[in-house]
């Protein structure tokens, strides 16, 4: 079935250092892929998404490319601050009605 | 524009007591309505999920139960709590199916969360 692996968190870095958190998938079809990010306390958010190969999401400095070759749609970001502090999951389609989320990764990042 | 309330945001409640956490959108019809479980420092349990009114599919066998006695209100309940039901429970909603385009699969969009403690 349809499946979305993220890298193992967590992840801890310095403001302004470059950001890059992996996720690869296994899909039938070419499905639209999302970014999700979960701040303290709070529900998910649509950081971003990409409906076919090789588009470019992009939100709030982040960017992921759909990579149709690599199955893979890695998030990125140049100069991370201290608000980006969250959890971050990929995820993509099941059918019509749901989502298959990865398992999510734990970004920290000190001042 | 579309929005979730999700309420009550905090939730304190002893082992064996009932449940009812509710979860209303508007700005949209027909929505597709869907109840998540998170545990914490986990991943995201898809608990229960309704095309319509009166229609919901259940994902994991447990302790909860949903409804959906209006178009734009989901229900999520239990008749007696336990210790294990503990958790940042989350709504969403889609755009329901006979509105999507493409075929590429629509994003979900969440409410800000319930965090239930059992006690």
């Known amino acids: 079935g349809d499946s979305v692996t993220q890298m193992e968190g967590p992840v801890t870095l310095s403001e302004e250092a470059f950001l890059t958190i992996n996720c690869t998938y296994t899909a039938t079809g070419y499905p639209s892929l999302f970014w999700y990010v979960q701040y303290p306390g709070e529900g998910l958010q649509l950081l971003l998404k990409?409906?076919?190969?090789?588009d470019k999401g992009s939100n709030k400095g982040f960017e992921a490319t759909y990579r149709k070759e690599t199955t893979s749609f890695h998030l990125e970001k140049g100069s991370v601050q201290v608000s980006d502090s969250a959890v971050y999951f990929c995820a993509l389609p099941q059918g019509a009605q749901k989502l298959v989320f990865g398992q999510g990764t734990r970004l920290t990042i000190n001042p | 524009s579309q929005t979730i309330h999700q309420w009550p945001a905090t939730l304190v409640q002893p082992v064996g007591s009932p449940l009812s956490l509710e979860c209303t959108v508007e700005?949209?019809?027909?929505?597709?309505l869907y109840w998540y479980r998170q545990a914490a420092g986990r991943g995201l349990q898809l608990l229960f999920y309704s095309v319509g009114i009166g229609q919901i599919s259940s994902e994991v066998p447990q302790n909860l139960s949903a409804s959906r006695p209006q178009d734009r209100q989901f229900i999520l309940s239990s008749k007696k709590l336990l210790l294990s039901d503990s958790g940042f429970y989350l709504c969403?909603?889609?755009?329901?199916?006979?509105?999507?385009?493409?075929?590429?699969?629509?994003?979900?969009?969440f409410g800000d969360g319930t965090r239930l403690s059992i006690l």
């Open positions: 700005g949209t019809s027909n929505p597709n």
């Open positions: 990409a409906t076919k190969a090789d």
């Open positions: 969403a909603w889609s755009v329901p199916d006979h509105l999507q385009t493409g075929d590429g699969g629509q994003p979900q969009h």
